[in-house]
């Protein structure tokens, strides 16, 4: 992981707003808590171009998590992160204008030059209220500067807009050297036995292709445009873990009310066409 701090004068760093909640503010105690989740996940030689992956605290998500970024390719050098709103009401999606996302572990820089053509674009604005707040985005970050040696992200936060829209805002930026992440957990406060049901509809979703059929998940429009981009892109979608809250940290909640995790990981089949 190489972070950037060579901050010039004039530059802007979107600070951590769930650092010491979600996860450790020690850097030392998060880097090691991060490679235990990757760590504890398996390669599978899939190197996915574009991953769903949960956004809770780490204590239950993490592990989950892990078993995703654990899978991908490690010299990536551009990830478009999707996620949904949790804080502000708006139309269209919301891209920083911050030139940096802070976290424990150092500063990412995020693409602006792939940022700029994107505002060009009329569903794209720039909320400071659902940036600042926001954590969908800021947790999968750890894991990706962990992961990855050097990249630069493009932070989409989604709220009233059309699944099919972003998928035709991000797919043209999309190359060789791109990850795409769509940041989502799966249902909420369900007892463990009803929330692996729902959320096996949802996986069999997500499975089958079909982007208008049943998710429940608060990142049901991220996760419906990776479903779009991949059928651009040709890509086959693969379960890689599936977990609740009361599974991962069963010291912690109550086994009647729990909240959903997956990951999954979209990659090209040996000899597809794209």
Same mark, same amino acid.
């Given at each position: #992981?190489? =972070?950037?701090?060579?901050?010039l ?9 769930? +650092? ?7 850097p030392?105690? %998060?880097?090691?808590e991060?490679q ?8 599978n $030689?899939?190197?996915?171009?574009m991953?769903i992956?949960?956004?809770a605290?780490?204590i239950f998500?993490?592990?989950v ?10 010299n990536?050098k551009?990830?478009i992160?999707?996620?949904?709103s949790h ?8 891209i ?5 996302? !802070?976290?424990p &572990?150092?500063n ?6 792939k940022?700029?053509?994107l505002?060009? $674009? ?5 909320? @400071?209220?659902?940036d600042?707040?926001?954590h969908? %985005?800021?947790?999968? *970050?750890?894991? *990706? ?10 932070p989409?936060i989604?709220?009233k807009?059309? @699944? !099919?829209a972003?998928a035709? &805002? ?8 791109t990850?795409v992440?769509a940041?989502s957990?799966l ?6 036995m009803? =929330? ?7 996986? $069999?979703t997500?499975?089958?292709?079909n ?6 998940a ?8 990776? #479903?779009l981009?991949a ?10 873990? !599936?977990?609740n809250?009361?599974e991962? !940290?069963?010291?912690y909640g ?7 995790y997956?990951? %999954? ?6 000899? +597809?066409?794209?």
């Amino acid at each position: #992981m190489i =972070a950037s701090n060579n901050i010039l004068a004039g530059d802007s760093v979107r600070k951590p707003a769930v +650092a010491g909640q979600f996860y450790t503010a020690n850097p030392a105690e %998060l880097k090691k808590e991060v490679q235990g989740y990757i760590l504890g996940g398996s390669t599978n $030689n899939i190197y996915p171009k574009m991953l769903i992956s949960p956004h809770a605290g780490y204590i239950f998500s993490g592990p989950v998590a892990g078993k995703g970024y654990a899978t991908i390719d490690k010299n990536i050098k551009t990830v478009i992160i999707i996620g949904p709103s949790h804080h502000e009401w708006f139309t269209g999606v919301s891209i920083s204008n911050a030139d940096y996302y !802070a976290t424990p &572990l150092g500063n990412v820089a995020l693409a602006k030059d792939k940022i700029a053509g994107l505002r060009k $674009n009329p569903i794209v604005h720039f909320v @400071p209220k659902a940036d600042a707040s926001e954590h969908c %985005l800021e947790v999968q *970050l750890p894991f *990706l500067q962990v992961a990855l040696q050097s990249f630069s992200i493009i932070p989409i936060i989604t709220c009233k807009v059309d @699944p !099919a829209a972003i998928a035709d &805002l991000v797919y043209p930026i999309i190359d060789s050297s791109t990850l795409v992440i769509a940041s989502s957990d799966l249902s909420h406060y369900h007892s463990s036995m009803e =929330a692996k049901a729902i959320d096996k509809k949802t996986i $069999n979703t997500i499975l089958s292709g079909n982007s208008g059929d049943f998710i429940d998940a608060c990142g049901e429009t991220a996760i419906r445009v990776i #479903m779009l981009v991949a059928q651009k892109s040709n890509l086959t979608p693969v379960l890689i873990d !599936a977990r609740n809250s009361w599974e991962t !940290a069963p010291g912690y909640g109550e086994e009647a009310r729990v909240v959903g995790y997956a990951s %999954l990981a979209y990659y090209k089949k040996q000899g +597809a066409i794209k």
